[in-house]
């Protein structure tokens, strides 16, 4: 059970796994390509392939989609454990390959240089790795990557701002009240 925050309490679960295999006349619910069911039904006996034992099927109430562990009535499949599992493992491998895409789709070089250069810190790429600047508040540098020239670029510019926001602090307590009172009027 991967996520166990998307199971309600288990009386309650298995209420909702009872009335799944009464929905699915207790029959797994997994159609093969062929468009033939699944042929395994809860509390069969069967001969396992590999060793020849035999054992009881337990058909599992599997999420449909994505489950959200407020829904209180979730979308469930009738399935063998194998099917579940196969199942299962298609949602990771798609998960995977969506993370890898959206991971590549942000973080290309490219694509990073030219967010930066839009925020205004210029990463231009020489010989010995990536030199960058904030010319306008004289700042610069040198890293081997490119993601490490922004987040040295982002260090200096944010040290930068919060050692501008205490010297106005300081000059702000340096007025007397009539000073403060004045200058905020203004």
């Known amino acids: ?4 925050g998307a199971y309600p309490a288990s009386r309650v ?3 909702l796994r009872a009335a799944c295999l009464e929905r699915a ?11 033939k069911r699944c042929a395994r039904y809860d509390g069969e006996i ?11 099927v337990y058909l599992h109430a599997a999420h449909r989609a994505n489950a959200c562990p407020e829904d209180p009535n979730p979308e469930l499949i009738c399935l063998c454990p194998a099917h579940h599992l196969k199942m299962d493992r ?15 789709r942000i973080t290309t070089t490219d ?19 990536y030199h960058w600047s904030l010319p306008h508040l004289g700042l610069g540098g040198h890293a081997t990557t490119a993601a490490r020239a922004a ?18 602090a300081s000059s702000q307590s340096a007025f007397s009240p009539a000073e403060k009172e004045q200058n905020h009027d203004h």
């Open 46 to 56: 069967r001969k396992s392939k590999h060793r020849g034992r035999k054992y009881i």
């Open 13 to 15: 679960w298995r209420e």
């Open 151 to 168: 987040g040295c670029a982002l260090y200096q510019l944010r040290v930068t701002l919060e050692k501008q926001k205490r010297t106005d």
């Open 111 to 129: 694509s990073l240089l030219v967010e930066i250069r839009d925020a205004g810190i210029e990463i231009t790429e020489e010989s010995d790795g």
């Open 90 to 104: 298609a949602v990771e491998a798609q998960d995977r390959v969506n993370q890898r895409r959206r991971g590549y």
């Open 25 to 35: 006349n207790n029959q797994c619910e997994f159609v093969h390509p062929n468009g």
């Open 1 to 4: 059970m991967k996520n166990r």
